[in-house]
């Protein structure tokens, strides 16, 4: 039965017979709760949960569990969690030390399988403890007291097979325990009590970790581990220097052709593609064929734990089409397909500040022109060929565009009076021959033209000429 004592002879009695005579009744599980006695007492009949505030009056039954066991008795904060075994199997129970205060959190193995919880431990508001189901076999759960509250944490060793999860230590703002996974061995991991926060904190590549002691000391864990060169011995786990942890970004592959490109994600699951930084409706596959220009990215969401992006891979807005207009020779303007962003270039280089989609030419040379779309250029357009005379210096230019050409040619000549064409090879063959008149534009066939370079001659009231015309 349950006696009480003050140390001494005189003050040492019979607190309560809970079995009337000389039934006997074990008591197991004593526990101090808010200055009363919480304790199992197992009679013949089955096993109850008692309190006592050290009086015979104050000596009650709170919960009758008829044959069902009761263990692992913990005190966390204004209740005490417990393992309780009833019609349901041995699942977790709370309670405050009422009747009505006592209850099982959640059938977490259903019907009548037990999920056998231990090593109940406080962290925050909530409450980790090991248990047991079919599915995942024992790892780490938490529970805020409720059935709604209560979930897994981590399926450490996936699958049915068992996580061997033990030694939950509250350290600072984490939990630390022992565990393996099935293929790494034993390890130390840590968690704050979300998946994303429960992973292994100790490489074991040179170690073989055992699970015979696990003392919290200050910052520090001291454990067991087996090395080849120094057998069995103590070793010491510094928590203020846990690792990161973060799930590695995903790599976007390229694939298909440049007119149909095809994306790909090394993570087989969990993607999410992203158009300039805007989730994309339903594109969670592993592939994903891209619709329109922009920046695309993907991240990836394992078990709710999210990446950062990946890299960025560009898809191209379509080659725009440069045009000119000579309507004043003196000051010509060119004017790109595309209405958006754009960037016009002068010999290859990119003009700073030419942006829009026109842009007044101040000098001779190639101007080419690309489509910008959130940060990703199309090819450069062909290039408009401007050309002014090396004998004299004024502001009026030859036109010549495109350049290269594949089918016509379009050239104007500058000046009001009497103008000549000629266009010759490198090596010397006259192609082209023209007598006209400046201010005009003539359209030069040259479908018939090799691939390759070509000499162009102007002359007129202006001055004389010289260009190159790349056939394609």
Same mark, same amino acid.
């Given at each position: 039965e349950v006696w009480v004592s003050d140390g001494t002879l005189l003050g040492t009695q019979l607190l309560k017979d809970i079995s009337p005579g000389s039934d006997n009744t074990g008591i197991y599980w004593a526990t101090e709760f808010n200055g009363k006695l919480l304790f199992v007492a197992q009679l013949t009949n089955g096993n109850q949960l008692w309190i006592s505030d050290g009086t015979t009056a104050g000596t009650s039954l709170v919960y009758d569990f008829g044959f069902g066991w009761l263990q692992s008795m913990t005190v966390i904060g204004s209740n005490v969690w417990f393992y309780g075994e009833d019609n349901n199997g041995a699942e977790p129970w709370i309670t405050d030390g009422t009747t009505a205060g006592t209850h099982r959190v959640m059938d977490v193995n259903p019907g009548s399988a037990s999920s056998l919880p231990s090593n109940f431990t406080a962290l925050g508001s909530m409450v980790l403890f090991v248990a047991n189901t079919n599915s995942t076999g024992y790892e780490l759960w938490r529970s805020d007291g409720t059935g709604q509250g209560t979930s897994l944490v981590w399926d450490v060793n996936y699958g049915p097979s068992h996580g061997s999860i033990n030694y939950l230590t509250k350290i600072g703002s984490h939990v630390y325990f022992m565990a393996n996974d099935g293929v790494h061995g034993v390890n130390i991991w840590r968690t704050d009590g979300t998946d994303c926060t429960t992973y292994p904190v100790t490489n074991t590549d040179n170690l073989v970790l055992t699970t015979d002691f696990f003392i919290p000391l200050g910052d520090n864990i001291l454990f067991a581990a087996l090395s080849p060169a120094n057998g +069995? @011995?103590?070793?010491? $786990?510094?928590?203020?220097?846990?690792?990161?942890?973060?799930? &590695?970004? /995903?790599?976007?592959?390229?694939?298909?052709?440049?007119?149909?490109?095809?994306?790909?994600?090394?993570?087989?699951?969990?993607?999410?593609?992203?158009?300039?930084?805007?989730?994309?409706?339903?594109?969670?596959?592993?592939?994903?064929?891209? +619709? @329109?220009?922009?920046? $695309?990215?993907?991240?990836?969401?394992?078990?709710?734990?999210? &990446?950062? /992006?990946s890299n960025a891979i560009?898809?191209?807005?379509?080659?725009?089409?440069?045009?000119?207009?000579?309507?004043?020779?003196?000051?010509?303007?060119?004017?790109?397909?595309?209405?958006?962003?754009?960037?016009?270039?002068?010999?290859?280089?990119?003009?700073?500040?030419?942006t829009t989609a026109t842009y007044q030419a101040a000098a001779q040379g190639d101007y080419t022109v690309e489509a910008i779309v959130k940060g990703c250029p199309s090819p450069p357009s062909d290039p408009i060929t401007l050309l002014v005379t090396g004998l004299e210096r004024n502001s009026k230019m030859a036109l010549m565009y495109p350049n290269p050409a594949s089918e016509v040619v379009t050239i104007y000549l500058p000046g009001t009076g009497p103008a000549a064409l000629q266009i010759t090879s490198v090596d010397g063959r006259l192609m082209e021959q023209q007598q006209s008149s400046g201010g005009q534009t003539i359209q030069i066939p040259v479908q018939h033209y090799g691939a390759g370079l070509y000499l162009v001659r102007v002359k007129s009231s202006e001055g004389i000429y010289y260009g190159k015309l790349i056939k394609r």
């Open positions: +069995t @011995e103590m070793y010491s $786990y510094n928590t203020t220097q846990d690792p990161a942890f973060a799930i &590695s970004p /995903p790599v976007i592959t390229r694939g298909g052709t440049p007119d149909a490109p095809l994306f790909g994600s090394n993570f087989f699951n969990g993607n999410q593609w992203y158009l300039d930084g805007v989730a994309i409706d339903a594109a969670t596959n592993k592939h994903y064929t891209p +619709t @329109e220009p922009g920046k $695309y990215t993907v991240k990836v969401n394992i078990s709710g734990c999210e &990446s950062a /992006p560009c898809v191209d807005p379509p080659q725009p089409t440069a045009s000119l207009n000579i309507a004043d020779p003196s000051a010509p303007l060119l004017t790109s397909s595309f209405s958006g962003p754009n960037q016009w270039f002068l010999n290859g280089t990119a003009i700073p500040s030419a």
